[in-house]
């Protein structure tokens, strides 16, 4: 196994939508593994493979009783709301109250081909939410009210500012 480099922020792989899996083959089966270890590396709860620069649709997740992987994942049925507040690898550092549904489903298969279906609340469906964001392209900064994301750019652009000066 071996870990990846997160992409972050201004990378344009997080902004493409990813592809279905067509094949979930040995190769797919090796990129799980090293998605699931850079995601413990990190360290994280979940991880998009376009996270490694990997335009495929698909995420690894554990939020204390994985690892699991969602291929070609689709969230539906969302029904409540809740805030928390949430991070992300790809902009590392930094939280926002986000608020988000509190119970999702989530249809995808897993490394055997077989069928995931989950009825999630809280933590997990908002892990399945961002993880889905990812994969359509979406980042955490668009979930943003207009004033969290004009302190967000703010604080990202002194912190390159910062890092390009050394
Ligand atoms: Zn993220």
Redesign the pocket.
Known sequence: MATHTIRVHGDPVLRQATQLVTDIDGVLERLVQDMIETMYAAPGVGLAAN?VGVQKRLFVWDIGDGPFVAINPVVTGHDGEWSYDEG???VPGLFWPIVRPKEVHLDAVDLHGDELSIDADEMLARVFL?ETD?LDGKL?LERLDPQQLKEAKRTLRDRDLHLDSR
């Open positions: 996270q992300c690898l790809s961002h990812h955490l």
